[in-house]
């Protein structure tokens, strides 16, 4: 019996080898689609390329997608548990084409696929094709189903559209026949919502464009577009008619059981299948940066996993045991999905304090309905007060209410819920206006009020697509601003990071279909970020969708300025005390400073110690982990609260760097801190630190600002040496100057080749960064990259870094010197007598502008006039591994 591990792989491995780009699930928040709340089909990634605004270098792509359907629309949450094909959580197998092939190929891949691949027995199938797709039909008939086993369909059940425009096309879905013991009827007929015929797959065919006028013409490049749920095709394969009765769904069941002390089939079965299904879309949601809260994605996250912790609730569970259940799943999912892996102790830590805190709010909240209802009569419904007070006070959601009084007989005064909910938020108005703000930002508590607050995606994207809310010019609300305007800009999602915690907001460019906005700078009000911006072309107008890219060259000096400050902070408590406490800081572009308590100057030897040692956490180029928790767990753990900033339910926990406790390996993480901001994902990305001096900022606090990156490398390059070893040897004895600035020079060298190794060391990155660099190209492992900041003297000894840590493989590099290229290429010595570095070399430096290039077959060095065509190099490169 195949797992649906090897059903997802099967799937996969044909297409593949039907020239089909596999391609990696996106994550669950979606990028490219403001008007979704989460991913709920495989097309969604791949929505700009159908229609025609994205290119891709592949026409063909499967996959396996993460999907969500817990919100708006799509929300099967109340059926969960109670039926055998409603998740929250499932994968979406599909093929797709772009503009490449057609009905005629789809329809032939998806019968080979489910008969051959699948082994299904064909007599169990049938197909449904629109009614006036005879296309479809007769190439159904060709495959070999009988015209009896198509169905045709008049309804939009078989007719699929984008939206109310663009492109649509008539479906084909392929239906399995469990038998006649089992009640219902073919698709199409009265009884069609029975359990016999259950559709497995979906094929749809975009052939049309529609027009606003209702009119439709066919496509110039029509494409493909299927979706196949995993867990119905692996309740099929596996002689199941109950998506929880597969492999990977018992495990979860079974290990909630085992937990929980009950029997999975017992009393008990909707509580296990409702926390098996919860724990899947929970975890996932987590490790794609989602975080519980009480609007947007966060809201319905809450609500999912506190609808699981109720049915554990339930089942008599005594202590949390949601995050007991996330090693389980990690077990059954986390080689095809390593995101899981990654997050598992944020996973399990958000869990583990969300469940503790809602047990506290369940006793709390249940309590209270109680008293309430012991004083209303029969039938009356709870009152809107007191539902908002358990909302508001205890942090009980209005839908979990409802739920507890169903199962009463009752209901909720949902109207007087709202008006107290509105009360609420015009007190919040009024508190704000007395503090002194200006009277006209409270235009932005009206745009909360209409839209709710934006939600954040720049944790883990530096691109998305929102839809423009409002916007505001010379402090009043405008439909659209034009070029040479300035506009303050307000869209329902976005990767930009708005100032807070002494990081500086992102700045970069917002597109629109009219135009484009260049966004200088991000702030936030009433939890709204505020888009500081220019047209810089065109117009943008309120309700447009609008593609959003954050400056990255900007975000990762920030990024690494921010994350040293976190290790600048804990060497200055190494070094002069566990006094020391952040007063302040500023993490920009260009620079960073810190601010902390202490009273008097920095020698030079403690600016040398602290600065000695952030380089060595740097170099270490450990992994950069964040985790959510609660501030009392994470004050526990011994992390650092920034100075001034306000904390809620949840903070962002950021680790970094292992301190040698000279007790053997693992030893304990360097820095621990609360923080909001954005972070490198290795200490090695920062490069190198460099102090700039030591001042005082005021009583009893001191100020360090410093440089790190491309800045640090050329202040030392222009400096050569510390400016406190500078003063230190002004302050040398006349007998001494000679020796001491013997040392200077010693150390400038030293210096340099410190800089030269962390220039080395950065480009190459740690181990695992180099295997996740690595691509399969014609069987052979090939590595190609485009390095800043290194000189083509030191490409051979990267190759042989990378050859070394691929152990079987190739190797192209490209350095970018002033404009000009230089390239090496290296091939492991097992390799040779198939691939030459050489003919690497050769073709890469035709793409650049130059020409020859020589070596040994095993390393080959060459140059060009014209870097700008690195990435057509490094295809150049993977032709030659192709023939």
Sequence with gaps: MPSLNDIRSTFLDYFAGKGHQVVESSPLVPRNDPTLMFVNSGMVQFKNLFTGIETRDY?????????????????????????????????????????????????????????????????????????????????????????????????????????????????????????????????????????????????VFMQYEQFEDGTRRELSAQSIDTGMGLERIGALLQGKHDNYDTDLMRALIEAAAHATSTEPDGPGKVHHRVIADHLRSTSFLIADGVMPSNEGRGYVLRRIMRRAMRHAHLLGAQEPLMHRLVPELVRQMGQPYPELVRARPMIEETLRSEETRFRQTLERGLRLLDEELADLPDGVELPGTTAFKLYDTYGFPLDLTQDALRERGRGVDVNAFQQSMEEQKAKARAAWAGSGETADAGIWFDIADRHGSTEFLGYDTETAEGQILALVKDGAPADEATAGEGVLIVVNQTPFYAEAGGQVGDAGMLRTASGRAQITDTRKTAGVFIHYAEVVEGRVKTGEAAALEVDHARRSTIRANHSATHLLHEALRQALGPHVAQRGSLNAPDRLRFDFSHAAALSPDEVTQVEREVNAFIRQNAPVETRVMTPDDARALGAQALFGEKYGDEVRVVSMGEADTGKGPGGRTYSIELCGGTHVRRTGDIGVFVTLGDSASSAGVRRIEALTGAAAFEYLAGQGHHLAEVSAALKSQPDQVPARIRALLDERRALQNEVAQLRREAALGGPRQAEEAARQVNGISFVGQVLQGVSGKDLPALVDEHKARLGSGAVLLITDAGGKAAVAAGVTTDLTSRISAVDLVRAAVGELGGKGGGGRPDLAQGGGKDAANASAAIAAAERVLES
């Design 59 to 203: 026409k063909r792509a499967t996959t396996a997608q993460k999907c969500v359907r817990a919100g708006g629309k799509h929300n099967d949450l109340d059926n969960v548990g109670y039926t055998a094909r409603h998740h929250t959580f499932f994968e979406m197998l599909g093929n797709f084409s772009f503009g490449d092939y057609f009905k005629d190929a789809a329809i032939p891949f998806a019968w080979e696929m489910v008969t051959r691949e699948y082994g299904i027995d064909p007599s169990r199938l049938l197909a449904t094709v629109f009614h006036t797709d005879e296309e479809a039909a007769a190439i159904w008939r060709k495959v070999g189903l009988p015209d009896n086993r198509i169905i045709r369909i008049a309804t939009d059940d078989n007719f699929w559209m984008m939206g109310s425009t663009g492109p649509c096309g008539p479906c084909s879905e392929i239906f399995y026949d469990h038998g006649d013991h089992i009640p219902g009827g073919p698709p199409g007929s009265p009884d069609e919502d029975g359990d016999r015929f259950i559709e497995i797959w979906n094929l």
